[in-house]
């Protein structure tokens, strides 16, 4: 499997967040955030700044899941990320 151009193969991460008072946020008040997290499965061919295994914040509005060989990845395009940990 390969991404072609500026498209990015990821794979979202389900993180629990706590507020710095230690509350542990609901499902529904994390899919309130505009940005989720994921892992570089596959940049792009054109990609030349995300590596594979980077983990990456990217708007959840942008990009699509796809089921392949069984297993449901995003594709987004490099424009849609807006950091890179």
């Not at 940049?43 to 980077?54: A, F, N, S």
């Not at 708007?59 to 987004?76: A, E, F, V």
């Amino acid at each position: 499997m390969k991404a072609i151009g500026k498209y990015i193969i990821i794979n979202e991460v389900k993180e629990e967040i706590k507020t710095s008072s230690g509350i542990l946020l609901s499902n529904e008040d994390v899919d309130s955030f505009r940005y989720r997290k994921g892992k570089v499965y596959q940049p792009g061919t054109l990609v030349d700044t995300i590596k594979k295994g980077d983990v990456i914040y990217y708007d959840k509005s942008s990009g699509h899941s796809m089921m392949i060989q069984d297993k449901s990845y995003t594709i987004i395009e490099e424009r849609n990320v807006v950091i890179v940990l």
